[in-house]
């Protein structure tokens, strides 16, 4: 029998989210978080969120840029894909236009595909136009993916294979995804609750456990807050202060945000105020929990 080559390679697609963190999914990272911008294979997307607040009848323009650091060329399609956001399991599902809550309807992207020289970086611009009706004063969102153009007819080359060896390839490619958020000014985006905080105990020595922080959107706009922690050991009184990542928690929605507690923290006795703040000194969030590290 005739040997025959079977050569794969592997797909490599990176859909981004907006909280660069995935805050979005209620995970956060330890401290030092990325900043608001998304990165692969030396091309950068900033910013990973786009926030509209248009009263219907007005327009509203926002922009981010696409940069290109590498050394070859690149073509992105930019495709606006609409979804929703269970509200018990945060999990996303894409939606047609049809959907109530779908912004893409409403919005223009220019330029819709793109093309980057090495160094080289472009500003697109996103346009928010939606018709004065009543109906319209809700809350809605989308994301825009930045999707990479790659060569599907390029041909694939066998070092040293004989005339009968099949070759089978698999394109690659790399994609940003742009959260993107509209709440007219009507609605309510401050109404944010912490349902439960709990700590849980380490299964690894590689941190002290766990923070879980349960919330839920009571309002009927999209809320946007910044969540940190204050944590105070008993025995010596020192006071540590972590900031955690902005959330976005969509309308009605349920939301839990996991704490890595750092490996450094010393045993013992621990109080912890966790904060949900919208940039409003008089209108913030609390809780607060005593757990011991052994």
């Known amino acids: 029998m005739k040997p025959i080559i079977l050569l794969l390679s ?8 907006a909280q660069v ?28 969120t786009l926030r509209f607040n248009a009263k219907p009848g007005t327009l ?6 696409i940069t290109n650091d590498s050394k070859r060329n690149y073509q992105f399609n930019l495709i606006l894909q609409d979804y929703a956001v269970d509200e018990q399991t945060g999990k996303e599902v894409y939606m047609p236009k049809s959907y109530r809550y779908a912004l893409s309807k409403y919005l223009s992207v220019s330029p819709n595909f793109i093309e980057l020289k090495p160094g ?22 989308t994301m825009l993916i930045v ?17 009968n060896a099949l070759a089978m390839g698999i394109n690659v490619g790399m994609g940003f995804g742009i959260r993107m958020y509209q709440n007219p000014p009507n609605v309510k985006i ?59 928690i969509m309308p009605k929605n349920k939301k839990q945000v996991k704490f890595e507690l750092p490996a450094e923290l010393s045993s013992g006795k621990y109080s912890a105020v966790v904060v949900i703040d919208f940039g409003d000194k008089d ?12």
């Open 10 to 17: 592997f797909i490599l697609l990176q859909i981004v989210h």
């Open 21 to 48: 963190l995935n805050t979005d999914s209620g995970t956060v990272p330890k401290p030092n978080a990325m900043d608001n911008t998304e990165r692969s294979a030396g091309v950068a997307v900033s910013p990973s």
């Open 60 to 65: 509203q323009i926002k922009t981010f840029k």
């Open 120 to 141: 080289e970086f472009k500003n697109i611009a996103v346009t928010i136009d939606i018709p004065p009706v009543d109906t319209n004063n809700i809350s809605m969102w």
């Open 147 to 163: 999707d990479q153009v790659v060569n599907k007819n390029k041909k694939l080359e066998l070092n040293k294979a004989n005339a």
């Open 190 to 248: 401050t109404d944010v609750e912490i349902l439960k905080l709990a700590y849980a105990a380490p299964k690894t020595k590689k941190n002290k456990g766990y923070l879980l922080i349960d919330l839920q959107n009571m309002g009927d706009g999209i809320s946007y807050c910044l969540n940190y922690i204050e944590m105070t050991h008993f025995a010596t009184g020192k006071q540590t202060k972590y900031k955690v990542n902005q959330l976005s």
């Open 283 to 294: 209108n913030l969030q609390t809780a607060e929990i005593e757990f011991k590290i052994d």
